[in-house]
């Protein structure tokens, strides 16, 4: 069985998702794919835990701070879905789970 989490985030600075990823692991035996912006280390027991395996994306480029905020907002949306779409569907194997965490400035 296979999980996938997805953090539009730094990994390494969210507990709940890591704790998440090592219940998947530990507890219901699953693969963990972990999808996040690079950053933090996470803890060392996600580290050194064999099922679960980190694929960092890059952070959206920072010359979109420099563009007005509406174009800046839809770029960086359109940069996310794009890279989302290129791991999920096309580097990683299917899974039978998502967990996806959002920023919680998005509903």
Known sequence: MRAQIVVL?????????????????????????????????????????????LHLIASPPAILQKLPRVLALFLKICFQMLQLVAVLFFRLPKAEFLLLQNPPCIP
Do not use: N, W
Request: proline share 7%; net charge negative; with cysteine.
């Open 9 to 53: 985030g730094d990994f390494g600075r969210s507990p709940r998702m890591q704790y998440h990823a090592t219940s998947l692991s530990q507890q219901v035996g699953c693969e963990v794919d972990v999808i996040a912006y690079e950053g933090s280390k996470p803890t060392d027991a996600i580290m050194a835990d064999p099922k679960i395996h």
